[in-house]
RNA sequence: UCCCCGAUAGCUCAAUCGGUAGAGCGAGCGGCUGUUAACCGCUAGGUCGUAGGUUCGAGUCCUACUCGGGGAGCCA
């Protein structure tokens, strides 16, 4: 019945022929002799043009009648016109309306971020979440791209998981049968098995942590890829991690410019993603957060903010003035809105001018054994233009099975992958510990029970080779790719702490 | 877990000193228009988050609670 629907990104190659579109009615602009319909059919947008000489009188009615999100088909024919969204439109000779939508519930106004949730459901459809949709798409197709053409296999690892990846305390209990399980926090202890059996591998799904954190950059379940690699060491994982990030970003880049734009994303700091990217220690990351240069640059930040919250007030108290004066009220419409988004902004600088502060402190009293914070690395990776590794952290502060350096016994053979212009971490990876005994005795150190991790430190007692891996957060990344401040509007259906919609 | 802010029409927001509840969008009806966040006119739409308190009088002040937003810590 459907087998001849034209999807509207291929209306550019039958322009002048007559074609039928099946989607749902995106906008409407009713009159007396021509309608305006722009339709989306998840290809696209097309702007259809029923005029009431070209079709039945009652369609013509039915069809100045339809609101928002209405389903239906329609045929006629496809013309190139600039004044068109997508360039073409539909000069329509037929519709079938097959179901009339009534009082849909987001409109094209502004909505509150709760509201949206609530109606995610239906939120999914509007361009915004559509746009993220694909570039997660993309990006999700160019981990496994990368990953496939790189000689890795892919192992699928456990969702209920008997042991604990990382430290305890954001884990989720289950009741598997009668037994205490949790959900998996990383699939790394599994997949280091495999790659001792495959050489290279990865595993790629969802991840689950209990942090109690409502921020902007936590969700408590998440998708996060792993490679794991044998016969490597730092270095060489390092080389393989910016290759990875500069190829998805590349693959973006040639797929969805266009979603791209319609977000505002930063095209241009996007296309500078190239290896290589910058190599710190975490001694000299530590000695850059204590340095002068890094109070003056928070200095400068400070006074930047100042700036802007003094120009936002400007415009504020210039808006607010021209909405009391005798204007349209499309004019007073959009103040309003500017207004809005304006306070918004205002707010978000009073934050940043009072957090400043605090980060200044936070960074000149920087103790080498620290883990470095959340600040810390926003003012490492504001500090530069391209994403930042930061190696050998303290062992005291990081996981058990990292791997101690040799020429450093202070600390460990690891690294976080800041991304730029303060997005902060989106990857961590260390090499592992692959000596039996130094294993065991952090095991021993961190109290854990031995008998669960017995099969685990078999990896060192049957041809243990140096290997190591990494972690990518797939919706922290889509957030530093296409600008989106909170992370929740990155996964089709957020799961955030206190909060599970659907 | 801690700190800050908020809750008014379906949605986004106003309401001055504590004194009769207002717009726009959306919805419905009509008009007009190669429109494009179209425009113009009319109509409907409210127990001001919940429960107390102060007061002649509370959307506005106070207390508690609920829900939401932002930030800190922790992390991908």
Not at 142 to 171: C, H, K, W, Y
Not at 240 to 269: D, Y
Not at 313 to 329: D, M, P, R
Not at 419 to 427: L, Q, V
Request: net charge neutral.
């Amino acid at each position: 019945m459907f087998s001849n629907i034209t999807k509207i990104a291929d209306l550019k190659d039958n322009v002048e022929k007559t074609v039928t579109i099946g989607g749902w009615v995106y906008h409407s602009r009713p009159g007396g002799k021509v309608i305006f319909l722009v339709v989306r059919d998840g290809s696209g947008l097309c702007q259809c043009i029923i005029e009431k000489t070209a079709v039945p009188e009652e369609l013509f009615s039915q069809l100045a009648h339809l609101s928002m999100e209405s389903s239906l088909t329609l045929t006629g024919t496809v013309r190139a016109d600039d004044r068109s969204v997508g360039g073409y439109e539909l000069a329509v000779t037929d519709a079938k309306i097959l179901c009339p939508s009534q009082d849909y519930p987001i409109t094209p106004k502004s909505h509150g971020i709760d509201f949206l949730l609530k109606n995610r459901h239906l939120h999914l459809r509007s361009q915004m979440p559509w746009c993220i949709g694909r570039i997660r798409h993309t990006l999700v197709n160019a981990i496994r791209q990368f990953f496939n053409d790189n000689g890795f296999t892919l192992v699928d690892t456990p969702i209920f998981t008997g042991i604990a990846g990382e430290e305890a305390g954001s884990l989720f209990e289950v009741d598997y049968f009668g037994l205490p399980a949790n959900l998996t926090q990383t699939g790394q202890l599994h997949l280091e098995c495999a790659a001792l059996s495959y050489g290279r591998v990865y595993c790629f799904g969802p991840t689950f942590r209990a942090e109690k954190s409502k921020t902007r950059r936590h969700l408590t379940e998440f998708w996060m890829v792993e490679p794991e690699v044998t016969f490597i060491d730092l270095p060489g994982l390092l080389e393989i991690a910016e290759n990875f990030v500069s190829f998805i970003i590349k693959k973006v880049l040639e797929t969805n410019r266009a979603e791209l734009q319609t977000l505002g994303a930063n095209i241009a700091s996007l296309e500078k993603i190239q290896p290589p990217f910058y190599r710190l220690t975490y001694t000299q990351a530590s000695e850059i957060l204590t340095s002068q240069k890094a109070q003056d640059f928070l200095a400068a930040q400070l006074n930047e903010f100042k700036t802007a919250k003094q120009e936002t007030e400007n415009k504020i108290a210039a808006l607010e003035a021209e909405s009391k004066g005798a204007i349209k009220q499309w004019r007073k419409d959009k103040i309003a809105s500017e207004l809005i988004d304006l306070r918004i902004e205002l707010g978000e600088l009073d934050t940043k001018i009072e957090n400043n502060p605090k980060h200044a402190k936070l960074a000149a009293e920087f103790k080498w054994g620290e883990d470095l914070g959340g600040s810390d690395e926003t003012l490492i990776s504001l500090m530069h233009d391209k994403p930042v590794f930061v190696t050998h952290y303290p062992r005291e502060a990081k996981a058990f099975y990292m791997k101690q350096d040799s020429e450093n016994p202070k600390v460990v053979q690891n690294f976080d992958m800041l991304a730029p212009a303060g997005f902060g971490e989106i990857i961590g990876g260390s090499m592992r510990e692959d000596s039996y005994d130094k294993l065991l005795a952090k095991i021993i150190e961190h109290k854990y029970k031995i008998e669960n991790y017995q099969w685990y430190l078999d990896l060192r007692k049957y041809g243990s080779v140096p290997h190591g891996g990494f972690g990518l957060g797939v919706e922290r990344t889509l957030a530093w790719l296409t600008g989106e401040k909170h992370i929740r509007q990155c996964i089709a259906f957020p799961r955030m702490m206190d909060k599970i919609l659907k």
